[in-house]
């Protein structure tokens, strides 16, 4: 892995060819952290983005099997079950010009993601809300 | 309000039927929020977004009655006649794979809305600026 | 220039007419900024932006020569060639409600550009890769 530490703040270089979400999950847990707000740009090679739909509790899914730029990538790491938890949003940008956004379900490095990880002195759980079918930050 | 803060930064969960310009307005005045740069992610239930036009000076409304994805929601608090101002850019993406983006006007959180504010010690108040027709920082 | 530091960030407002990259670059020279989390929202004029293609090492441009809400600008400012070296991607969103976005090229402010720059303390500089053909973060 390439980072490096700033007081607070980790610049991560995630390269071609990894997986973000399980990247960042493996980076946390290396370096134990517990809380931390995450802000990306890159490219990808591919993506699956996600809308939730809150009546049937899922996510209408769409797979995006080709290279983007990776525009905005945000969120959070907080704790799920003793572990970091991972949620990010991301819009992406396709070369015939089109834009997708959403829930980031899974995306594969393109080139590069460039990522600041930034350290919060605490720690933020979640569960489960059985309203809304979604596992909610808890204080 | 569920939040917790962590040195400079406040972590805010805005629930399911809450309208984020009025709930941020309301957490500043409370929590003596002058200065702040906001970042969230979440879902909206429904918002309403424009683009300037810098010849009316008005903003091109955009309604979305629907459901969507928080892609991307950043922006500042400053000051203005003595109260706290809400400036807010979004990146929306609906359950049929369309974004939507722009000047947020108002939105309705739909499952949750993930909020970090990062708290600035100082105060920058806006002047509205005849030229463009908006209220711009001034220092 | 317009702006105001406030502990590690930097509040600039960016005015109509300025072109963003040349303005952040003679920034951070002027303020000996040699790394920092970039984040703005605000309106552009006009602005180019690309979607890199891995196989000719270019980026497809696409010209938007009209007045567009800035969605999300973000990114960072790291080193090269003992220079600032500025990175951002965006979102943009034009009097029609549609989206763009990509790696930013250039960029004219069309009403104000509120940015905040986060000054990280060392450095981190870049060396172009063979293979993706960009140059990445080195540590």
Chains 1, 2, 3 share one sequence.
């Not at 990306?40 to 699956?48: C, M, Q, V």
Request: glycine letters at 8%.
């Amino acid at each position: 892995m390439l980072y490096k530490r700033f007081n607070d703040t980790y610049m991560l270089r995630i390269d071609k060819g990894e997986e973000v979400m399980r990247f960042l999950q493996a980076f946390c847990e290396q370096e134990n952290i517990t809380l931390a707000q995450v802000s990306a740009i890159g490219a990808a090679d591919s993506a699956a983005i996600g809308v939730y739909d809150l009546e049937t509790g899922k996510y209408h899914r769409e797979d995006l099997p080709f290279f983007m730029e990776i525009a905005s990538l945000s969120g959070s790491v907080t704790e799920m079950n003793g572990k970091p938890y991972i949620h990010l949003h991301t819009v992406l940008a396709d070369q015939q010009n089109r834009t997708h956004a959403g829930h980031l379900i899974e995306m594969a490095v393109g080139a590069t993601c460039e990522m600041f990880v930034r350290v919060l002195p605490g720690e933020v759980s979640r569960k489960k809300d059985e309203a809304v079918g979604l596992n909610l930050w808890t204080f």
